[in-house]
């Protein structure tokens, strides 16, 4: 079955950019008929969704965040990465990624903890 | 954005109690609702989409309704495993958004 998982820093400074990515195994990022997604949870606290991209590029963003955000994919590698510039404490959170079948969020990676400190 | 919003924030039951969540959202947004179910440490789990419908291995304990504005999830004979943190997500219109989840535990 389709598995992700995230990679990447677990420590940002603030104002840089945060940089994660995620692999899928089991499946094609190119196969279409999945979103895939960044989603955060920050520290105790609720779901947050950040945006996908479709495997023909199409991206769309939480307009809270769309300014900094940048969402891309890498087919041959069947990876997807999530770039969130000028980070903030406020950006400290639980990163996941996800596959979004449409109609919910099927398939989930186990997180990633990213804290943003100088 | 459509607000979404979870009754009670906290439920306390006991193991073989029925438990009902209630999931509002600001907007209609006919069916178009998953469930998801979240222990400490873990990524949530998918358990419900489309309102009603049950995502395969998710035990039929589990059930879900509603359509328009108000969802329902309710447990029948809770398990041991079944205490976890609970939130319903709408997928009718981007950004999709989370309640802010309803944490069931031991009573």
């Known amino acids: 079955q389709v598995q992700l998982q995230e990679s990447g820093p677990g420590l940002v400074k603030p104002s840089q950019t945060l940089s994660l990515t995620c692999t899928v195994s089991g499946g094609s990022i190119s196969s279409g008929g999945y979103y895939w997604s960044w989603i955060r949870q920050h520290p105790g606290k609720g779901l947050e969704w950040i945006g996908y991209?479709?495997?023909?590029?199409?991206?769309y963003y939480n307009p809270s965040l769309e300014s900094r955000v940048t969402i891309s994919l890498d087919k041959s590698k069947n990876q997807f990465s999530l770039r969130l510039s000028s980070v903030t404490a406020a950006d400290t959170a639980i990163y996941y990624c996800?596959?979004?079948?449409?109609?919910?969020?099927?398939?989930w990676g186990q997180g990633t903890t990213v804290t943003v400190s100088s | 954005d459509i607000q979404m919003t979870q009754s009670p924030s906290t439920l306390s039951a006991s193991v073989g109690d029925r438990v009902t969540i209630t999931c509002r959202a600001s907007?209609?947004?006919?069916?178009?609702l998953a469930w998801y179910q979240q222990k400490p440490g873990k990524a949530p789990k998918f358990l419900i989409y489309?309102?009603?419908s049950l995502e395969s291995g998710v035990p039929s304990r589990f059930s879900g309704s509603g359509s328009g504005t108000e969802f329902t999830l309710t447990i029948n004979s809770l398990q041991p495993d079944d205490f976890a943190t609970y939130y319903c997500?709408?997928?009718?219109?981007?950004?999709?958004?989370f309640g802010p989840g309803t944490k069931l535990d031991v009573k």
């Open positions: 997500q709408q997928y009718k219109s981007y950004p999709y958004t």
């Open positions: 991209i479709y495997y023909s590029g199409t991206t």
């Open positions: 996800a596959r979004d079948a449409g109609d919910a969020t099927d398939v």
């Open positions: 489309k309102a009603s």
């Open positions: 907007h209609s947004i006919s069916n178009w």
